[in-house]
Every structure is written in C-alpha cells, then in structure tokens.
C-alpha cells in the first residue's frame, strides 16, 4: 500500500507533458476525433455567446448591462446574438443527438450507450467518485479512471440537460403564441424563471467547475488541450485514464490510436482559444457573482 | 411746428414764465429726449407724459415726484399682482417683467417681454438665477422648462401655442401651489393642463386616476405626478418611456417588483422600449380596472391588448401573468419552480465547489510530497 502510494507521488504528474524522457520520443494517441472537437469549439463560441447577450438580461437592472447594451448598439443586438447562438447551438446539438441516433440504432455501435467508453454513468462512476472523496482525505489511492471520469460525465449531462431545458424554455418564449396553442400562456412564466435560473447554474458551471476539473487543477494548470488538438500524450493517457490506458494496452488496440504530434500552428491556436474562452469565462462569472450578490444583499 | 414749439419753449425758459400746458410731451423731451424714440413706438405711444406723471404740473419740476400708478389705468392686473407671490410692498413689480415703463410693448408684439416666446427668459431674469432660485426652493425649474418639451416647442421652435410659465401659474394673480385657488394647486392642475390638453383631460377625468381625484381621494395622481412639473419631456422618446415603469411603481410598487421579474422589464431595462410598459396594457389617461368591462386589461379585452404586439393571440396565452409573484404560493408551479431551481443551483454548485476545492487542496498536497521524494531522490 505504502509502496503504491510512494509510486504515485513519483509520477512527474506536475511535470509538463512535452517534457520527453530521455532519449525517446514523445508519442501522441488520438482521444477526440474531429467532428468532437468541432462540437466542443462551436458549444464553447456560442456558449460564450449566450452567456454574453443572455446575462446582461438576467441583470438587465445594473448599470453596467445598460452600459454593455449601449455599447454594443443597443438591446436589439443583443437579442440577435443571444438569438443567432442560440440556433447555431441547436442545429450543433441536433447534429450530435442524431448522430448518436444513427450510430446507435443503425450502426448498432452499443458501446456508446453502455460499457467503458459510454457517458452513460455506471456504477464504477460511483465508486470512483468515493474514491477520489477518500483520496481527498488521505484515505485511500488515486482511483484509476476509466476514458471518462465521472466529472467529465457530469460536464457532458450538464450540457445535456442545460440545453434542453434552456432550449425549449427559450424557443417557447421566443414563439410564444404558437406554443401557447400548446401549453397554457402561463406557463411562459415559469419558462423565463427556469431559462434564467438553469442558465446560471451553466455559467456558474462551466465557468468554475468545468473550467477547474479539465484545465485550471494543478495537475492539467493552466490548460489541457487535448480537446483542441484531439491527442494526448501517453504520459497523459497513462496518468489520467489508467484502466483504458490498460485496456488498450492489452487488447493491443493502444498503436491503431497513435497519431503524430500536433503540429505547433494547432497548439498556438488551441492555446489562444483556449485561453480566450477561459479568460472571457472568468470576467464574466465574477460580473455574475457580483451582480448576484448585490440583487441578494 | 417744430419751429412754433420751439419759439414757446424759448420764450417760456426765457421769461421764466409757468407754462400753460405741460402735458405737451415734446416739452418734456427737451430734456427728456433719451425716452423719445422708444416711448413713441410703445404701446402708451399715443398718451402724453403727464397721463402717467401726473404729479408734474409745471415746469420746473421737483426733484423728487410722486411714483406712478400703473393701476390707475391697469386696475386688475396691479390688485392680481398685490395679492399674489410677487407682491412685495415698495418694489417696482410692473418693470420686473415688463421692463422700462417708457418702452412697453404689447404682447402681441414679437419683440416685447411678455410675447409669449420671450417669456420664459422675462421670468428667468430671477427664477433663472441660481441663487434667488434656490432661496425660494425652485432649484433649477428655469433650465428644467427651457429643456422640456414646452420650452423647447416655445423658445426653439416659436411654437407660440406651447405652455409658456404664465400658462400655468397666471400672470399677474401667480399664486402659490398650496394656495387652493391656485391655477398648480394639485386640486386644479387637471384644468390648468386641460386648457391645452383637452382630450387627455377628459380621458383621464373619465379614468379611475381622476375619478379618485373628483372625489377628493389625495392618493390620486393628477398630470404633474406623473409628467411632472417643469421638466415635462416628450413620451415618445426612449428616455423617458424607460422611466415611467419607476413613475408608476412609486405608488404601484407591488406591481413594479413583479412587473421588473418579466422580459418586458429586462428589456425595457435595457433601452429597448419597443416592449410593454404599464401603459401599454393599462392604457395612459383613462386607465380602468379590470371589473370595467370597458378596461384594457377585463379579461374579454386581453386576447386584442396582448395581441397589439403579439399579433393573434389565443385565449390560452393571455393566461401568461405579467405581474407574477415567484414568492407566493397563489401561482403555486411558478412557487415550485423557484424552489427547486435555487435547491438545484445550491446543490450542483456546492456539492462541486466543495468536490474542487477539496481536490485543490488534495492536489497540492501531493504535489509537495511530489517536489519533495524527487529531491530526496
């Protein structure tokens, strides 16, 4: 036990990941494929977006959301931005529901609804979860993650959930004399407290947790880009999702995932997107909390 | 002529005798002649001097003679202004406004004190001084008018028909607001606006704002409390379409939280006010309650109110509450929907800002204990 735990310290788990061990060559392996890393560049642009043009709503009553209003040519802007980003983001939702539709149902590609590399939570999430907590306390080891740890479940389903709550609560009150041939006119009250709320459990969300989990812990700081570039180090993979690191090790798939290394265009663009987002992230959950605070004091 | 009156006045100053006629007013302007040019143009043009100096009897003259009394022609307005604010024993009120006595000019013309147009900078030679005007309490109504719609209609535009000051406060007889006679007490400010503003005036008399005000119900809001007073701006304008939801919950302040919870508000709030404000359901002038059949807002009426910006509504859609109390259990699912989204936000946001900020700390931890078996190494 002791044994282990000495190993796990010795791990460079600080140290940064292009630091190659002496004499051989760093090897990458594919972890997103393009069309994922699409999916998370447009959700994070439009994201951003809605976040922009929907808080200044949500405090429209602070002086700094009429300045912003004001600055940016007025409320009219403003919705058509929150609007704009909020159709790209649907038509980029609807492409990967259906896309899972099609793998899924025509495909049969099972995996993706249960077993290892599914987002569908499963008891190991659980107990991987007790297990970090016991980590937390000095009670137990690091637990090994699988190629998705519970929290980057929690990150997916959040986004999951938040957009079809905040969607359809947004669309009814976009339309809202069509759906009230559906729903009763009332229901749009509870539509706008829920659009507004939900949106910011997703900011306060996305722009601390997520931020924290995959890019600002010590162990990833300042910025993990395997969501940009799309591979990992073996390092990286050895560390952070030990037992697919295993299992593809054995099943001798691990070389069919092996890519070259991002080349430095793609690194300095992830970085620089990467660090925009965060940093808009950031001036905004801090305006958030402040304006909150103020409406609450 | 000129040389006969000439030929008298020398032989009179000559032989230093009374002359027989003083009111010949060229008599006087041999000495006089400074107040010629202007008093001939005046409208007193055609009355001689001692009309008004009528203590002048002969020449030479005293030194000091008796003060003129415009009343004994101007009866009313002198007896208005001795009653009103303006009264104040011993001062020369009639030049305050009307300027040099020799030089008065009917309103009617254009270049007078009093021409409509040229009022507001009469009146401001005091109530435009920041010091007198801040003596009596009236900061700033000068520059507030001549901003406002009245005073820019007026003085910019030559619009003689706008509110000039004595429109409303009366010219000579100005009396103060508390006085009830008063043309701005609050009793009487329907009418005194109502002079111009017919139609508002009847539409609000016929709303339950002035119905309360008729039957002496103070809590009433007459024009001014919701216009108010000198600063009177255009409705139209975005400025002050985002104000009045502010004007209005200053005794609706109830309705104003609720109505500041929905995107008519946030909107609003944000300089775009093409949304609704209490106005647009409730109407302005003749607002009526909801029991009246004949109201914006009867439940019959709703469907065409909603629908003035909403195109064909349903009658489901007009159930929509624009005055919803997320805080009260009489919309219990709007009740419900608040609680559990605040318990979701609380749990979500606590259960993982603790699970990071536990792991921050875990994380440095070991990354100490990292740094320090690579050293020991």
Request: charged share 15%; proline share 5%.
């Given at each position: 036990m002791n044994d282990t735990q000495v190993k796990t310290i010795d791990e460079p788990v600080s140290a940064p990941v292009e630091q190659p061990s002496a004499g051989s060559e760093v090897r990458y392996y594919s972890r997103f494929s393009l069309a994922q890393r699409y999916l998370h560049g447009f959700i994070a642009v439009t994201f951003l977006g809605l976040a922009m043009t929907g808080l200044p709503l949500r405090f429209s009553s602070t002086p700094l959301a009429l300045g912003f209003a004001r600055a940016v040519g007025g409320f009219g802007t403003i919705l058509f931005f929150h609007l704009f980003s909020a159709v790209t983001l649907t038509v980029a939702f609807v492409i990967h529901v259906a896309n899972l539709a099609y793998r899924i149902i025509t495909r049969r590609e099972y995996s993706l609804v249960w077993g290892s590399n599914s987002m569908v939570p499963n008891l190991k999430d659980i107990q991987d979860l007790f297990a970090q907590f016991k980590w937390f306390f000095f009670r137990g080891p690091k637990p090994k993650f699988d190629r998705y740890a519970y929290w980057d479940k929690m990150d997916y389903w959040a986004v999951f959930w938040g957009m079809g709550i905040i969607g359809f609560s947004g669309y009814a009150m976009w339309f809202a004399p069509f759906f009230a041939k559906f729903i009763p006119g009332s229901w749009l009250n509870i539509a706008l407290l829920i659009h507004g709320e939900e949106a910011l459990l997703a900011v306060g969300f996305i722009f601390t947790i997520h931020f924290f989990n995959t890019h600002l812990r010590p162990d990833n700081f300042p910025m993990d880009l395997v969501i940009f570039t799309g591979s990992q180090t073996e390092e990286h993979l050895k560390h952070r999702h030990p037992e697919e690191y295993k299992r593809l090790v054995e099943s001798g798939e691990l070389e069919k995932l092996r890519v070259p290394a991002p080349p430095a265009w793609l690194k300095n663009f992830s970085w620089i997107f990467g660090a925009s987002a965060v940093f808009m992230g950031i001036v905004m959950i801090v305006l958030t909390v402040v304006a909150f605070v103020k409406e609450v004091v | 002529?000129?040389?006969?009156?000439?030929?008298?006045?020398?032989?009179?100053?000559?032989?230093?005798?009374?002359?027989?006629?003083?009111?010949?007013?060229?008599?006087?302007?041999?000495?006089?002649?400074?107040?010629?040019?202007?008093?001939?143009?005046?409208?007193?043009g055609?009355?001689?001097?001692?009309?008004?100096?009528?203590?002048?009897?002969?020449?030479?003259?005293?030194?000091?003679?008796?003060?003129?009394?415009?009343?004994?022609?101007?009866?009313?307005?002198?007896?208005?202004?001795?009653?009103?604010?303006?009264?104040?024993?011993?001062?020369?009120?009639?030049?305050?406004?009307?300027?040099?006595?020799?030089?008065?000019?009917?309103?009617?013309n254009p270049k007078s004190s009093t021409y409509p147009s040229n009022l507001p900078r009469t009146c401001g030679a005091c109530h435009g001084d920041a010091k007198l005007a801040n003596q009596h309490g009236l900061k700033e109504v000068y520059s507030q008018y001549i901003d406002s719609i009245h005073g820019f209609a007026l003085t910019k535009d030559g619009l003689l028909v706008a509110a000039s000051c004595v429109s409303c406060h009366g010219s000579h007889k100005v009396l103060s607001k508390t006085n009830p006679s008063s043309k701005t007490n609050r009793a009487n400010i329907a009418d005194t606006c109502g002079t111009c503003h017919a139609g508002p005036k009847q539409a609000y008399n016929a709303g339950i704002h002035g119905q309360g005000a008729a039957m002496g119900d103070t809590r009433a809001p007459?024009?001014?409390?919701?216009?108010?007073?000198?600063?009177?701006?255009?409705?139209?304008?975005?400025?002050?379409q985002m104000k009045t939801a502010a004007t209005c919950g200053k005794c609706h302040g109830e309705q104003l939280v609720t109505y500041r919870d929905t995107f008519h508000a946030q909107v609003s709030a944000l300089g775009y006010v093409e949304t609704a404000h209490c106005w647009d359901c409730h109407g302005f002038h003749e607002i009526l309650p909801a029991t009246d059949a004949k109201s914006s807002i009867a439940p019959a009426n709703l469907p065409g109110t909603c629908g003035k910006c909403h195109g064909t509504v349903t009658k489901s859609f007009v159930s929509y509450q624009p005055h919803a109390d997320k805080h009260k259990k009489s919309f219990l699912a709007l009740w419900v929907s608040g609680i559990f989204m605040n318990l979701l936000l609380a749990g979500v946001l606590g259960f993982?800002?603790?699970?990071?900020?536990?792991?921050?700390i875990r994380s440095i931890f070991e990354h100490r204990s990292g740094r320090l078996a690579r050293a020991t190494k």
């Open positions: - | 002529m000129n040389w006969k009156v000439a030929v008298a006045i020398s032989l009179a100053l000559a032989l230093k005798v009374p002359a027989a006629n003083t009111s010949a007013s060229a008599e006087c302007l041999t000495c006089h002649d400074e107040k010629g040019t202007s008093f001939h143009a005046s409208v007193h055609s009355m001689s001097c001692n009309d008004c100096h009528t203590a002048i009897k002969a020449y030479p003259h005293p030194e000091k003679v008796a003060k003129v009394k415009c009343d004994t022609c101007h009866n009313d307005p002198v007896a208005g202004v001795a009653t009103s604010v303006h009264a104040k024993p011993g001062a020369e009120s009639c030049q305050n406004c009307h300027l040099d006595p020799h030089s008065i000019l009917p309103a009617s007459v024009c001014t409390d919701c216009h108010t007073t000198h600063e009177i701006a255009d409705v139209r304008t975005a400025s002050w993982f800002a603790l699970h990071a900020l536990l792991w921050l």
